[in-house]
């Protein structure tokens, strides 16, 4: 399949399932999850602080570390991929999916879940806490108000709302994008190496049931044989290819 070919895929699809990764955020200035280890955390491994081991042994400096993840995305602006990821989405209305594993919150802001679609945070979002006892989700104070570790108006101590590692995917959402990806006439997987599961296999669900499958990705992935379409470019400029929009989107 060639890129005319995969724009008419895509024009003609009425349900669309995207999947993204890091590779989105990246030219928002948002590094990866391991490219966050700079400076002070660069002695520590992200397993060191993004697990409940860790939690259970320091919960002030995984929080401290979380903290100033939050400040910087907050900072950062939606780009490009987000802003035509939010466009294509009021194209296809409720035929539009988008689960990230990303947990900036940048296709939110874009408007991503907004425009009749769905969006699914497989991962959490740094700007969320969730009370230790009732499990319940509150956004965090802003920055500059934000107290260590945070409580929540129950007055109990409150963990970051992210997936760390040892932990299952949210299951609710992981069963709504499994539905999505099975039931789309096209998937979109972008920014993701696709090596991480259970995400990595959502793709496979469109394949298996007949769907068309294109990837957006600067380098060789693990989908990258089995897609029919694969575009070697980060993910704004392939999503303007494949979109067919000229110029930058503001």
């Not at 989405?89 to 990303?102: C, D, I, S, V």
């Given at each position: 399949m ?6 008419t895929a ?6 669309v399932?995207?999947?993204t990764?890091?590779?989105v955020s990246a030219e928002?200035?948002i ?6 280890q700079?400076g002070?955390w660069?002695?520590l ?6 697990s409940?081991?860790?939690y259970?042994?320091?919960p ?19 780009n490009q991929a987000?802003?035509?990821l939010?466009q ?7 035929g ?16 991503s ?10 991962h ?8 230790e ?6 956004p965090?104070?802003?920055?500059d108000?934000l ?6 108006p ?6 970051p ?21 099975a ?7 972008i920014?993701?190496?696709s ?5 990595a ?5 469109t394949?298996e049931n007949?769907?068309?499958?294109a990837?957006?990705?600067p380098e060789?992935?693990?989908l ?17 290819a494949?979109?067919?929009?000229p110029?930058?989107?503001?």
């Amino acid at each position: 399949m060639d890129l005319d070919q995969a724009r008419t895929a895509l024009a003609r699809a009425s349900r669309v399932a995207v999947l993204t990764g890091a590779g989105v955020s990246a030219e928002s200035g948002i590094p990866t999850f391991r490219d966050a280890q700079t400076g002070h955390w660069a002695r520590l491994r992200p397993e060191d602080l993004a697990s409940p081991a860790a939690y259970a042994r320091d919960p002030e400096m995984v929080w401290e570390w979380y903290a100033g993840r939050y400040r910087d995305v907050l900072a950062a602006q939606p780009n490009q991929a987000h802003l035509l990821l939010a466009q294509l989405e009021r194209r296809k209305g409720a035929g539009f999916f988008l689960a990230t594993q990303n947990v900036d919150g940048l296709h939110e802001r874009a408007g991503s879940g907004q425009q009749g679609g769905q969006l699914a945070e497989l991962h959490g979002n740094l700007s969320r806490g969730r009370d230790e006892v009732t499990g319940q989700v509150w956004p965090l104070p802003r920055p500059d108000e934000l107290r260590l570790p945070p409580q929540s108006p129950a007055g109990n101590r409150m963990r970051p709302d992210i997936v760390w590692f040892g932990e299952f995917l949210p299951p609710a959402a992981l069963s709504a994008a499994e539905q999505a990806f099975a039931q789309a006439d096209m998937a979109l997987v972008i920014g993701t190496s696709s090596a991480v599961y259970p995400a990595a296999g959502l793709a496979l669900l469109t394949l298996e049931n007949g769907g068309v499958v294109a990837e957006i990705n600067p380098e060789i992935t693990d989908l990258s044989r089995l897609a029919h379409f694969s575009l070697r470019e980060k993910a704004g400029q392939g999503l303007a290819a494949l979109l067919g929009t000229p110029g930058p989107i503001c």
